[in-house]
Structures are given as C-alpha cells and as structure tokens.
T-cell receptor
Framework: AQSVAQPEDQVNVAEGNPLTVKCTYS??????LFWYVQYPNRGLQFLLK??????LVKGSYGFEAEFNKSQTSFHLKKPSALVSDSALYFC??????????FGTGTRLKVLA | GAVVSQHPSWVICKSGTSVKIECRSL??????MFWYRQFPKQSLMLMAT?????????EQGVEKDKFLINHASLTLSTLTVTSAHPEDSSFYIC???????????????FGPGTRLTVL
C-alpha cells in the first residue's frame, strides 16, 4: 500500500535556527511530492513540489526540500526559522493519479 | 494566482437540515475538484473526487446520498450535507486541480475550509 509518513508530531526550533520537517514516502513509480502549510482554521497553502529534475526544490517563504530517492525522503528545510513559520505542515505524495496521499502532519513551533 | 475560495467559512445548523458548501476556483479552470474532511488535530480525509460534468467518485465509507457533490462548471463545485447530524460536524476543505502557470496540472490548490457545526 502506498503511504506518506511524517515521523514527528511536533518539531520545536529556536527562531533563527535552521529547521527540518521530515517526510518519507512509499509511492509506486515516479513519485510526485508536495509540501503544504496550514494555519489555524485555514485551508492548506502550497509551499513546493517535486515532480522531476533537480533534487533540491525551492519554494515559498524561503522553504526548500530535498528529494532523496535512495532514502525515499522529501524533508522540508529552512535555513533560518521565523516565529511566523509556526504552523501545521503536511507532506503529500501521489504517483500521478492526482489523488494525494497525505502524511499525518507535523506541528512546527518556532520559539522566540 | 491559483486561488480557491469556499463559502461559507463557517455554518451552524440544526440537526436534520441540509447545508450547502460552495468551492470556487477564482483564476483558473478546475478540471478536478476534491472534497476533504479534517478532524481536530488530524490529517485530511479524502471524501470524493469530482470531474467537471461527471458524477463524483466517492471514497470507501463515504455515503454518497448524504454528501451530495455537484461539479457543474469548471470553476464551481458544491458539497451538500443532507440531513445533517452532530457527527457530521467537522472542517470541510475543498481543493481544485487544473492548469496553472505556476503549478502545471499536478498541484492541488486548497480552499480556506468550512467549519460545520450541527446542533
């Protein structure tokens, strides 16, 4: 069965420090991978995606993610965290059928 | 670009009544729309997928007679919760997929969600 895993329920990081939110996938074929962010009582905002090409993908708000095929990972990163980055982050994957498989979400808390 | 709106943003209704939620793609044509349900502190659960002009495809366990989905145009889909009960209270989120300059055809863009409370 296909799946997307976010192993950490919550990640705490100090403002100004680099952050990483982890995601691993098990998707058949060539995976399409996405990161979204959700603020309280809001829908999901698209951050970035990997379809093909460079393994390092740059997205909105200074976020980037690295596709690692051998480790089946697609971790979200940012060099310097802001308090305003505190939110719920979802990783999603699909094999191209347009039906997303979502991870369970990781709550990021950036401490001032 | 790639904005999806939902209306209403929140609704409170009495048990037994029906509620309609609208989802619109504002600046692109949505060939496919998705409806999700999100429980507190949980991930999104896909309820159904709809293509413009076709009947929706429901996920296993989702009652199609209770959650009526209409996708009559390339910019509008509606979800009607019929004879709502307290257990239907939830956060409903739609998403739309269609060609956009920034996202191609692969990306889903999400609406802001509708909080439904059934008394």
């Amino acid at each position: 069965a296909q799946s997307v895993a976010q192993p950490e329920d919550q990640v705490n990081v100090a403002e100004g420090n680099p952050l990483t939110v982890k995601c691993t996938y098990s998707v058949s074929g060539n995976p399409y991978l996405f990161w979204y962010v959700q603020y309280p009582n809001r829908g999901l905002q698209f951050l970035l995606k990997y379809i093909t090409g460079d393994n390092l993908v740059k997205g909105s708000y200074g976020f980037e993610a690295e596709f690692n095929k051998s480790q089946t990972s697609f971790h979200l990163k940012k060099p310097s965290a802001l308090v305003s980055d505190s939110a719920l982050y979802f990783c999603a994957g699909t094999s191209g059928t347009y039906k997303y498989i979502f991870g369970t979400g990781t709550r990021l808390k950036v401490l001032a | 670009g790639a904005v999806v709106s939902q209306h209403p943003s929140w609704v409170i209704c009495k048990s037994g009544t029906s509620v309609k939620i609208e989802c619109r793609s504002l600046d692109f044509q949505a060939t496919t729309m998705f409806w999700y349900r999100q429980f507190p502190k949980q991930s999104l659960m896909l309820m159904a997928t709809s293509n413009e002009g076709s009947k929706a495809t429901y996920e296993q366990g989702v009652e199609k007679d209770k959650f009526l989905i209409n996708h009559a145009s390339l910019t509008l889909s509606t979800l009607t919760v019929t004879s709502a009960h307290p257990e239907d209270s939830s956060f409903y989120i739609c998403s739309a997929r269609g060609w956009t300059e920034g996202g191609g055809t692969d990306t889903q863009y999400f609406g802001p969600g509708t909080r439904l409370t059934v008394l």
